[in-house]
Nanobody
Framework: QVQLVESGGGQVQSGGSLRLSCSGS????????MRWYRQAPGKERELVAG????????HYADSVKGRFTISRDNERKTLTLRMNNLKLEDTAIYYC????????WGRGTQVTVFS
């Protein structure tokens, strides 16, 4: 039922920018808080950013504050993460997440930052 599909990952030089998207289906998209997580090889998955259902509040991990911006379009049922001034440490698989009577994850999209 609930499905999340990420897109927009790729390779980018340090200091560059990238925009990730997540398309949601199988649930009332406009009703739920959405989140982005990431996981680097050999490390735990960590919360990157979250946004309320109506976009009235957002939160960010300290490591990305001032560089990343989370947003959503409830009409198009998409979640976006704009990433600026990317660093080598941002290299990871990025996942879209929603709680709808249980945890649901996308399959992830790879972001690789190189010097």
């Amino acid at each position: 039922q609930v499905q999340l599909v990420e897109s927009g990952g790729g390779q980018v030089q340090s200091g560059g920018s990238l925009r990730l998207s997540c398309s949601g289906s199988g649930f009332s998209f406009r009703t739920y808080m959405m989140r982005w997580y990431r996981q680097a090889p050999g490390k735990e998955r960590e919360l990157v950013a979250g946004i309320t259902s109506n976009s009235d509040r957002t939160h960010y991990a300290d490591s990305v504050k001032g560089r990343f911006t989370i947003s959503r379009d409830n009409e198009r049922k998409t979640l976006t993460l704009r990433m600026n001034n990317l660093k080598l440490e941002d290299t990871a698989i990025y996942y879209c997440y929603v709680y709808v009577r249980g945890d649901y994850w996308g399959r992830g999209t790879q972001v690789t930052v190189f010097s």
